[in-house]
């Protein structure tokens, strides 16, 4: 930990190790670093390699991925104080303060800082781009599928784009809400000074970071062909595209296990005094529960994707079954990460919007404690669940009967995240903002995912529902129509605190419901789709299926509108909004109670919590 | 907290439930859930059986039953829910400054209480029924096994094809006589495929090497559209074929035609 002053940052003197080699390393010196280790590693294990053997390929392209993440954590400085261990010494406290980027101004953002609030605004834009980017190649897909027979892009093209805008979004997710809030507002909301680990919080940034360049790089080497689950045999099969991917979910995997850590002990363990288990805010809850899920989940799809690289690079045949493996044994393996990140997808956003709704209802959160029982349930379930993305697989028709009921099971957890919203709101009047719409329009499109899930779950009716659209329609309703809705919901909410102004609420507004409206266009055209028996990841389907295609293609573009509008809205008010007051929501949580710009260590005097964050209301009638 | 009033509740439980009833609020909450009610009741019953192709299969027939009826059970809850965000929503406050304090209302636990055995029972329902037709199927697959037309089914990148071991024909279309149960035989040359009959509702995975098995009982004429339901690499959307359920006489004249052209379909 790092050994920061409580002193305010007026203070104190702006540090200036002149010496240290730490002020000369940035993402510029990063990416010279990892561009250097990347083409070394390549032009070195080429030479003297036949590389029209694939396997061979696959070796050199993967080592020059991997070579490219460490290149690049070593030129942006992230070793330098492992290494100064090494050598019997530590950074010292100036050279600390440095690295919490005091006093640095817009430079801090692009260095490795250890400052948990530049981490969160690091996140955020990153996770903006990934959004955009997924977001863009949706619109791809969705122009051509907007009439049967379109050649808008090739079959090749078309199938990368669903894998890869699969991959981009669920990177993207998984961060949406525990990236941005969970680094920037959580630690300031249990009253603490940072995070655990302050240097680990940068690391698992800047760690993401390099696997960016890497999926990107899927596009110049073929493509992927396998859609985001990366199903075996075919990925063993698929060109040096495929490289990438696997690259990309191992450094991922890095990634979240540094983040979910970091998170789990923060919350564990760096709560200000007199908060009690029952007074933490249930958006801390559900991000620390979400985290602790994606703990165990993570390192399984790494490990799957390690046997996915070693069948590719020297041949093992994990997943072969000419050689004695299964395809089998890659489905359960994703699976076993697949399921709980969903959970780990959808928690923060849930738990954001619980977090909303007491401030702007003025009411207490209905049952703190049902709350919690529902997402502990849930995170207790999804782990005993993920083999209902088999019941077609053929692996174990007779464990589809338990699997089924363990699926079934989890509506009674989730029942009780409906409950506390909506008794929430119960004889509520509510404050109609920019945050409390999302609370509205997550109960909407939660209501449909979790309904059409309970037929997934069933197995008959799977037998007719998967691999169609209806199930692309219906987990777009849970990951989209519900964690995104909670994490833009989070976004209006916490917008003031994280950038000093407010939210265009006029853009707000008009994004909301181009959003909303095109979202629920767009994908009940898509279950109207898998209904009528069209299967998902096609790039061309019969005339049968056109109407519906076409309805979800005028909503896709409804909602690529209403995207575009909110990024205009964010960047114009990020740059020129109002002047944001310093709780603008009249909100009880201790984030609303530092000013912005939020100082290093967030509190002057280490806050004392006396009851928990929900004390609105007046007694009845 | 602005005020600090105690809510006056009616002596008897009896009393507080009649009081309830007659809040102007609660009532405007029920009518909203008829309404909401109502909608997926209508999208059950009318909505599902529209979208959802033909039933040639008493398998399809069951996945239908439970697409139009977990619906309508679902419906009430669904009311609940959106009648009351709905309510609340129409009661909203705008303005640049927080309305004011709505009740303290911390838990409710006979609601909680009411609300998670509601969610169990509802869960038992989705369950039972869902092994029950499990059972149905399952009982076709253990069924007199000699009375079944077993189909030996390969997917290969990117196509369909069908042995009749029985009748030794190698086909491109599925046809299967009505009222005979069928045993699909399933495997792939290469990758994962999906072996998708639409109007059968029934689906498994072609894997690479290792056969899996699903059973159908045709129980209507009509056509069938055979596709991939797993991503198969580059032309998997042009990965389906046709077929139909026939007569059995229509059926016994297709064989014979297909037979007599050397047991290969042309």
């Known amino acids: 930990m790092t050994t920061l002053s409580h002193a305010p940052a007026s203070s104190r003197p702006i540090p200036n190790p002149k010496k240290s080699l730490i002020t000369k390393l940035n993402m510029g010196t990063g990416m010279v670093v990892g561009i250097i280790f990347c083409w070394g590693t390549y032009f070195a294990m080429k030479a003297g390699r036949d590389m029209t053997d694939t396997h061979n390929v696959n070796k050199v392209l993967l080592m020059s991925m991997f070579a490219w993440s460490i290149g690049f954590l070593i030129g942006i400085g992230a070793f330098i104080g492992p290494f100064r261990w090494l050598i019997g010494k530590d950074l010292t406290d100036e050279e600390q303060l440095y690295l919490a980027g005091d006093g640095q101004g817009i430079s801090r953002y692009f260095k490795y800082c250890t400052d948990h609030k530049v981490v969160g605004i690091q996140y955020l834009v990153g996770v903006m781009a990934m959004l955009g980017v997924g977001g863009t190649m949706a619109m791809m897909i969705r122009t051509n599928l907007a009439a049967p027979g379109s050649h808008f892009v090739t079959p090749v093209v078309y199938n990368s784009l669903v894998g890869l805008h699969g991959i981009t979004m669920i990177v993207a997710m998984i961060i949406v809400a525990t990236g941005p809030f969970g680094n920037y507002i959580m630690p300031i909301m249990i009253g603490a000074a940072d995070m655990a680990f302050p240097r680990l919080n940068a690391l698992s940034w800047w760690v993401l970071f390099t696997a960016i360049p890497v999926l990107c790089s899927a596009w110049f080497l073929g493509g992927i062909p396998t859609g985001w689950t990366a199903y075996a045999p075919l990925s063993d099969q698929a060109g040096p595209g495929m490289n990438a991917f696997v690259a990309t979910i191992i450094i991922f995997a890095v990634s979240t296990a540094v983040a979910g850590m970091n998170i789990t002990t923060t919350v564990v363990a760096m709560r200000a005094k007199g908060m009690k288990w029952n007074r933490v805010p249930i958006f801390v809850i559900g991000a620390t529960i979400s985290v602790a899920l994606a703990i165990p989940a993570f390192p399984t799809f790494m490990v799957a994707m390690i046997q996915t690289a070693l069948d590719r690079t020297i041949a093992t045949g994990f997943y072969d079954a000419n050689v004695g493996g299964s395809g089998w044994l890659y489905a359960n393996l994703f699976w076993i990460m697949g399921h709980p990140e969903v959970y780990v997808i959808l928690i923060p956003g849930v738990a954001a919007l619980m977090e909303i709704a007491p401030v702007f209802v003025r009411k207490p959160l209905f049952s703190y404690n049902a709350a919690i029982a529902g997402f502990a349930g849930i995170a207790g379930l999804s782990v005993l669940v993920w083999a209902h993305h088999m019941y077609m697989s053929g692996w174990m028709p007779s464990l589809n009967g338990p699997f089924m009921i363990t699926t079934e099971f989890i509506s009674i957890p989730t029942g009780l995240l409906f409950l506390v919203l909506i008794g929430t709101l119960w004889r509520g009047r509510p404050w109609m903002k920019l945050p409390m719409l999302s609370v509205y329009a997550f109960i909407w499109d939660f209501l449909i995912g979790g309904i059409t899930g309970i037929y997934l779950s069933d197995v008959p009716a799977d037998n007719y529902l998967h691999g169609s659209m209806y199930v692309t329609a219906h987990f777009h309703y849970t990951l989209m129509g519900a964690a995104l809705t909670g994490a833009i919901g989070g976004l209006a909410y916490w917008f003031p605190k994280m950038t000093g102004r407010m939210l265009n609420e006029r853009g707000g507004y008009i994004s909301f419901w181009f959003v909303q409206i095109g979202f629920n266009v767009l994908f009940l055209g898509m279950f109207i789709a898998g209904a009528e028996g069209q299967p998902r990841r096609v790039a061309d389907y019969a005339h049968l299926f056109a109407h519906a295609n076409l309805i979800s293609t005028i909503g896709a573009y409804s909602v690529g509108f209403g995207m575009l509008v909110l990024l205009w809205s964010i960047i114009h008010s990020w740059r020129s909004g109002k002047i944001a007051p310093m709780n603008p929501w009249g909100a009880k949580t201790l984030e609303w109670t530092v000013p912005y710009p939020v100082p290093l260590v967030n509190f002057d005097t280490p806050p004392v919590v006396t009851s928990d964050p929900y004390g609105y209301g007046r007694s009845a009638k | ?266």
């Open chain 2, 1 to 266: 907290m602005s005020d600090h009033e105690v809510e006056v509740l009616p002596p008897t439980p009896g009393a507080r439930v009649g009081a309830f009833i007659k809040r102007k609020d609660v009532a405007q909450t029920f009518w909203l859930g008829v309404f909401f009610t109502a909608v997926f009741v209508v999208l059950g019953l009318w909505a599902y059986p529209k979208w959802m192709p033909v039933a040639l299969t008493k398998q399809m027939q069951a996945n239908k039953d439970i697409m139009i009826w977990f619906t309508v059970i679902s419906a009430p809850i669904a009311g609940v829910v959106l009648s009351i965000a709905a309510k609340s929503f129409l009661n909203m406050h705008r303005g640049d400054t927080p309305p004011e304090e709505g009740i303290a209302i911390r838990t409710n636990t006979p609601v909680v209480i009411i609300w998670t055995a509601t969610s169990l029972l509802f869960c038992i329902v989705a369950i039972a029924w869902g092994i029950v037709a499990l059972n149905t199927d399952s009982a076709a697959a253990t069924r007199d096994a000699t009375k079944s037309l077993v189909v030996d089914v390969t997917g290969s990148q990117w196509a369909w094809s069908f042995y009749y071991p029985e009748e030794k024909i190698h086909t491109h279309t599925l046809n299967l006589p009505v009222d005979r149960p069928v045993t699909f035989n399933v495997i792939s040359d290469d990758v994962n495929h999906s072996f998708w009959p639409v109007q059968l509702g029934v689906k498994v995975d072609a894997n690479r090497l290792v056969t899996t098995t699903i059973e159908a009982d045709p129980s209507a004429t009509g056509p069938i559209d055979i596709k991939c339901a797993e991503l198969c690499g580059l032309y998997h959307a042009y990965m389906e074929t046709s077929g139909a359920v026939q007569t059995p006489a229509d059926f016994a004249s297709w064989v014979t035609s297909i037979q007599a052209t050397g047991g290969v379909q042309q």
